[in-house]
């Protein structure tokens, strides 16, 4: 109950700063006075929804306190750049604990709560994620603008505000199916609505020229369909800085909201059909990760939230005294894959069609304010739109679009005089079957800078996907490795860790992560060692309690974690996992008292929901839990569990009860993986393939504290060359046989032999991803594993140098890179070298 007394006492105190303080008192009197005269609530009989909503009010008041100082700095900095990152997702994750964190006043906030008889865990619990994002580049965005306001690089992150992010997952019957997510429905309090920055956005009609009062000839559009953008803000503040940027996501609203001349007729519905056509653009996030679906209201959500991106961006440089010419001077921005790429073609209208540039001038503001990042090699995901819709949709930038290739087949042909073949490969416009337009292309024309997530990944874009380009334009590429932001993952996450680890090497390790090598004195100190074994036990019973709450079933915290939490995609092999939990059941099946390391096999992550093979894999790990959990012979030696509805917090609860951390993609096919390296800073040890960043991870680490298996990106590829035939590796390997028939009998579908029939048909005549290849090496490579376990103090040793030398992982490396290689941007803007 309420204690209502001390709510009056702590109004009537004189002096306190509701607003910005940051002592206990200050903070409490903030959330009563939400409590009170926002929300209309007495506070005994407030929810807990209700308390939530007032705490997260009285730390946005902090936040924007920093945000409008912020904006001021940039104010008094008219040379200064800005960065905007442009992207379809931004997986946020909740806001309440990080934000405290990095305000520092996380016992602060608990103290004032406390003392209202709230704890701020079960709020911190209570709250509901935007899941604006569907995986790794939504949740790297998210990570990127923590390090650019810790760094305190001005920046602003542009999106959309989905008003249904990514599903829901539940699994039914070992199924996965989707709800929707409807993180709006109880109120998101982070976020502001700015209807006054509103932007008209438009489609569709047709152009017409002119000649202008200079007798210049000229271009107009007129659209068929005009939308309006309402932008929605979120704050976002570094760690323990002053510096607050802002997360811009817009919403699509009709422009008339009601058409009364439909109404007065008594046409109720067509009254209000302009409205529901308008909000359909910011409704859903399409939930594909790697594998667009070429559908028209995709690349209308694209064109939506770039146009009122740039829009947006060139009012604020006009604003400032800025001009047409000099845009490129006040922003820096990013291309989150090619999902922004229509940025090109927009900013180019805009300079040309509504501020008079010449084409030359305009194409170079255009390449100097844009950078590209590639985020995958899949051919599947390299976006092309066919020709005759993205005309239809955007007529004027398809114009724009044909004079830029005219311009770069001329370039090429000039270069590379009677090399036809090369014009077509590098033409925007790909002319086979319907003609269709390579974002990929248009992006690397457009850009300065075009830079790969990870070492192998530049390489093989280098190589590869984008050889022409770099034959071409050697200059504009680099390579940045992804990074994670040890603050959410570390501080937030696993804060029995980092008190140790604050304990033992001092506190300024979230800032300057390579400051974690002074715990490699620390590996060989067995006291030491046994407090940190503590701590993953600690977070490891966590864990088991809420795997128990939702699923069902027991864990054992003395077991090995073994986790595998990602997207479910046939690169990431989830089934090569189950290969090897097959492979230790059948060995205890056929002995009983063989002497196995226990261990808990944790999956998570959601599948698209037109993807078949990936919804029967996740049947496959649950109908692998149901064979295994309870079966005598076991003797709960070997768990399974798929801990339904990946989040970005749930992941949160799982990373830091991980000893084991899955990274088994296809050498060549995961571009760089961030999961790896958020597992790895919370100490478990990785399993992985010469992948992504798993290979920058374990030289960093030491290949002796990595374990390693697996074909390399380059025998993938002859392998393939050669002809791969997965069935005689079947025929040749009598445990991959027994443990593959295992399967194909229906001993894991109640005798059904056709549910998993097409599973392992791939796998036996095409298994692009090479699963049967690796089996061996990954069957061996855990058995390592299983060795160094019963070694307590040799896995605890390798576990905090893995932590020790992670320091090259923060998201705070990559943005300095971004900074030096890309923006040549500096801290409050400042342009540094090579700023244009
Ligand atoms: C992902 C890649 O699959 C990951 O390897 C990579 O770490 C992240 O991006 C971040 O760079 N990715 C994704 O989540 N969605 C895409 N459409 C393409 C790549």
């Known amino acids: 109950m309420f204690p209502s007394v001390a709510v009056t006492e702590a109004a009537s105190e004189p002096g306190r700063d509701v ?8 903070l409490m009197q903030a959330v009563c006075d939400y409590l009170y005269y926002f929300q209309g609530r007495h506070p005994a009989t407030a929810s807990r929804n209700d308390f939530y909503l007032a705490t997260a009010y009285a730390v ?29 997702e931004f997986l946020m994750g909740p806001q309440l604990a990080a934000n405290l964190v990095n305000l520092g006043i996380q016992d602060a906030m608990r103290e004032a709560l406390w003392r209202m008889d709230i704890r701020l865990e079960d709020l911190i619990e209570h709250e509901v994620e935007p899941g ?16 650019l306001a810790t760094l305190e690089i001005p920046a602003i992150g542009y999106g959309i505000r989905y008003e249904f992010g990514i599903f829901n997952q539940q699994i039914r019957d070992g199924w996965q199916v989707e709800l929707t997510d409807k993180w709006l429905h ?54 323990r800085v002053k510096t607050c940027n802002l997360l811009r996501l817009w919403r699509a609203e009709a422009v008339q909201t009601f058409d009364f001349e439909a109404f007065n007729i008594g046409d109720y519905a067509r009254a209000v059909e302009d409205q529901v056509t308008s909000e359909t653009i910011s409704k859903v996030l399409y939930p594909n990760d790697a594998s667009p679906q070429g559908k028209a209201l995709r690349l209308k959500q694209q064109y939506f939230f770039v146009a009122c991106a740039i829009e947006d961006m060139l009012r604020a440089h006009l604003r400032f005294g800025g001009t047409p010419a000099t845009f490129h001077k006040r922003w820096a921005a990013q291309l989150n894959d090619t999902h922004p790429t229509v940025a090109v073609p927009e900013l180019m209208r805009l300079l040309l069609d509504d501020h008079g540039l010449e084409w030359d001038e305009a194409w170079e503001v255009t390449q100097k304010t844009f950078g590209y990042t590639n ?64 974002m990929a292309n248009l992006a690397c024309v457009g850009s300065h800078a075009i830079n790969g997530v990870a070492a192998l990944h530049t390489e093989l ?17 680099c390579n940045i490795t992804n990074g994670v932001t040890p603050r959410r993952f570390v501080v937030v996450a696993n804060p029995g860790q980092s008190k140790l680890i604050s304990e033992t090497i001092g506190d300024d390790w979230p800032i300057h992560l390579d400051a974690l090598r002074r715990l490699e004195t ?104 149901d064979l295994v959990n309870d079966d005598p012979d076991v003797r709960g030696r070997l768990k399974v569990v798929f801990f339904p509805n990946f989040s970005v917090k749930n992941g949160q609860a799982i990373y830091p009860a991980a000893d084991l951390s899955e990274q088994i993609s296809t050498a060549g096919q995961e571009a760089s993986g961030t999961g790896n390296m958020k597992f790895a800073l919370n100490g478990a040890l990785t399993i992985g393939t010469l992948d992504g960043a798993n290979i920058e991870i374990r030289d960093e680490v030491g290949a002796e504290n990595f374990f390693l298996f697996g074909l390399t990106a380059d025998e993938v590829r002859s392998a393939k060359a050669g002809g791969y035939a997965p069935r005689a590796i079947y025929e040749q390997n009598d445990e991959l046989r027994a443990v593959v028939d295992l399967i194909a009998s229906g001993a894991l579908a109640g005798g059904d032999t056709t549910l998993f029939r097409s599973l392992v048909d791939g796998l036996l005549w095409h298994d692009p991803f090479m699963v049967l290849a690796d089996y061996q090496s990954y069957v061996a490579c855990q058995e390592r594993v299983a060795a160094l376990w019963r070694d307590p103090e040799a896995w605890s ?22 900074c030096e290689r890309v923006w040549h941007v500096g801290p409050l803007g400042a342009p540094t070298e090579g700023a244009p």
């Open 797 to 818: 040793r390798m576990s905090i140098l893995n932590v020790a030398r992670m320091g090259k992982f923060s998201s705070d490396r990559s943005i300095r890179d971004y």
């Open 60 to 88: 946005r008041d902090r936040l924007f306190q920093r945000g409008i100082q912020s904006l001021d700095a940039l104010l008094h900095r008219p040379d200064g750049r800005t960065v905007a990152y442009l992207s379809a």
């Open 19 to 26: 607003r910005t303080g940051l002592d206990p008192a200050s």
């Open 132 to 147: 604006l994002g569907n995986g790794g580049l939504g949740r790297l965005a998210a990570c990127y603008l923590d390090s």
């Open 461 to 477: 874009l280098k190589s590869q996907v984008l050889s022409d380009w770099v034959a071409m334009f050697p200059e504009r590429f």
């Open 186 to 239: 109880l109120g998101y309090p982070w976020e502001v609505a700015r209807p006054e920055r509103a932007v008209a956005v438009r489609y569709g009609g047709y152009t017409e020229t002119y000649t202008d009062e200079d007798g210049r000839y000229r271009v107009r559009w007129i659209p068929a369909e005009i939308v309006k953008g309402v932008p929605h803000d979120t704050p976002i503040l570094g760690y």
């Open 375 to 438: 985020h995958t090699l899949l051919p599947e995901a390299l976006e092309t739109w066919p020709i005759d819709l993205f005309g239809a949709l955007l007529p004027r930038h398809l114009e724009i679009v044909f004079e830029i290739n005219r311009r770069l087949c001329d370039g090429i042909r000039r270069v590379y005089p009677g090399d036809e073949d090369r014009v077509r490969r590098m033409s925007l416009i790909e002319e086979q079957g319907r003609r269709s337009l390579r």
């Open 522 to 625: 620390h590996a060989d100190d067995p006291e030491f060692r046994a407090r940190w074994r503590d701590v993953k036990h600690a977070n490891k019973r966590q864990l088991a309690a809420v795997i128990k709450e939702r699923t069902g079933i027991s864990v054992d915290p003395d077991s090995l974690f073994d986790i595998q939490v990602k997207r479910i995609h046939e690169y990431k092999r989830q089934h090569l996992n189950v290969l090897h939990i097959l492979t230790l059941y059948r060995r205890l099946k056929l002995n009983p008292d063989l002497d196995v390391v226990p261990r808990t096999f944790v999956f998570g992550g959601k599948a698209a929901p037109g993807y078949q093979v990936a919804k029967l894999i996740i049947k496959l790990v649950g109908a692998t839990g």
